[in-house]
C-alpha cells in the first residue's frame, strides 16, 4: 500500500501526458493504480508520424527506413494508409503495389541516425506530427536519399539535437529545402551535413545558431548549384575544422563570410578547392588570415 500510495503522490505532479507515458509499458503500475492504458491511446501525443511517397517502378523492392531489431516494437508502419494492418518489416516488395507508407515512432526512440539511409526508393517525406525533445542524434538522417524531391519539416523539432553530422549527405534530387524551424543551438557537428545536395539553389540558413559548433569540414562539399550563400549569422568562434567546407560549390558567386572568426581554426585544407577564381580572389582579399592552403586544389 505504501508504494501505491507514493505512485499516486508522484503523478499529481505529472502532466496526464507524462504520466501515461511513464506507465505506457509498465503493466505492473497500470495494474496497481487500476489504470486501463488502452482507453488513453489518444493521449499519446509524444509519437512522431511520418508520411512517405516511394517509388514502385522498374520491378525494384526496398528498404524506406532502418530499424534495429531491439527497437522494433517501437516503430507501427501501414502501407496505403491502411491502419487496419501494421506491417512488421522495413522494406516492400513490387508486389506489394505500395506508393504512401505511413509511420509511426514511439517516444522510446532517442536516436534518429541513419533513419532513413540509402532508402533511395523514397520521393516525398512529410513530418505530420513530431512532438519530441529527446532525440538527440540525426546523423546520417537523410544519408543517400537520392531521389528524394521534397521534404516537410515544418513540424520538426531539434531542441535537442548535438549531431546533424551528414544530415543530408547525398540528397542529390532535393533543389529546395526549408530549416526556417531549426533550432540549433546545441549542435556541435555540422560536418557534411549538406554534401552533395548538388540540386539546391538556394539555402536559407539565417536563423542557424552554431555558437557550439566545433566541426564544418565538407559542410557544403558538393553544392554545385549554389550561387549565393549567406553566413553572416555564423559563430565560428568554436569551430576547428573548415577543411573542404565548400569544396566542389562551383557556381559560388557570392559567399557572405563577414562574422566568420577563424582564430581557432587548426585544420582548413581545400575548403574553396574547386570554387570560381573570382570568389577566391574575393575571399583573399577580405580575409588576409586565411591560409593558402584552403585555396589549393590539391
Not at 522510446?108 to 533513419?115: A, D, R, T, V, W
Not at 557534411?192 to 538556394?202: I, T
Not at 572568426?261 to 582548413?268: D, L, P, R
Request: charged share 25%.
Amino acid at each position: 500500500m505504501k508504494s501505491h500510495y507514493i505512485i499516486l503522490k508522484l503523478f499529481e505532479y505529472m502532466t496526464e501526458r507524462k504520466l501515461l507515458e511513464a506507465i505506457r509499458y509498465n503493466k505492473s503500475i497500470q495494474k496497481r493504480i487500476n489504470i486501463n492504458i488502452n482507453h488513453y491511446k489518444a493521449n499519446f501525443e509524444t509519437k512522431t508520424s511520418i508520411e512517405l511517397d516511394i517509388i514502385p517502378k522498374k520491378g525494384e523492392y526496398g528498404e524506406f527506413i532502418n530499424i534495429n531489431e531491439k527497437d522494433k516494437n517501437f516503430f507501427h508502419i501501414y502501407f496505403n494508409d491502411n491502419k487496419k494492418k501494421e506491417i512488421e518489416n522495413n522494406s516492400f516488395n513490387i508486389d506489394d503495389n505500395v506508393s504512401k507508407i505511413s509511420i509511426i515512432i514511439d517516444y522510446q526512440i532517442k536516436s534518429f541516425y541513419e533513419l532513413f539511409y540509402n532508402c533511395k526508393c523514397i520521393e516525398s517525406i512529410k513530418f505530420k506530427k513530431f512532438y519530441r525533445n529527446n532525440i538527440t542524434n540525426m546523423c546520417y538522417m537523410f544519408g543517400i536519399c537520392s531521389s528524394l524531391k521534397e521534404l516537410n519539416l515544418n513540424n520538426f523539432n531539434t531542441n535537442n539535437v548535438t549531431d546533424m553530422g551528414f544530415m543530408f549527405y547525398g540528397c542529390s534530387s532535393l533543389k529546395e529545402l526549408n530549416l526556417n524551424n531549426f533550432n540549433t543551438n546545441k549542435v556541435t557537428d555540422m560536418r557534411g551535413m549538406f554534401d552533395g545536395c548538388s540540386s539546391l539553389k538556394e539555402l536559407n540558413l539565417n536563423n542557424f545558431n552554431t555558437n557550439n559548433v566545433t566541426d564544418m569540414r565538407s559542410m557544403f562539399r558538393g553544392c554545385s548549384s549554389l550561387k549565393e550563400l549567406n553566413l553572416n549569422n555564423f559563430n565560428t568562434n568554436n569551430v576547428i575544422d573548415m577543411s573542404g567546407m565548400f569544396r566542389a560549390c562551383s557556381s559560388l558567386k557570392e559567399l557572405n563570410l563577414n562574422n566568420f572568426i577563424i582564430n581557432n581554426i587548426t585544420k582548413m585544407r581545400r575548403m574553396f578547392n574547386g570554387c570560381l577564381d573570382e570568389l577566391k580572389l574575393k575571399i583573399k582579399s577580405q580575409f588576409k588570415n586565411f591560409k593558402e592552403v584552403a585555396f589549393k586544389n590539391y
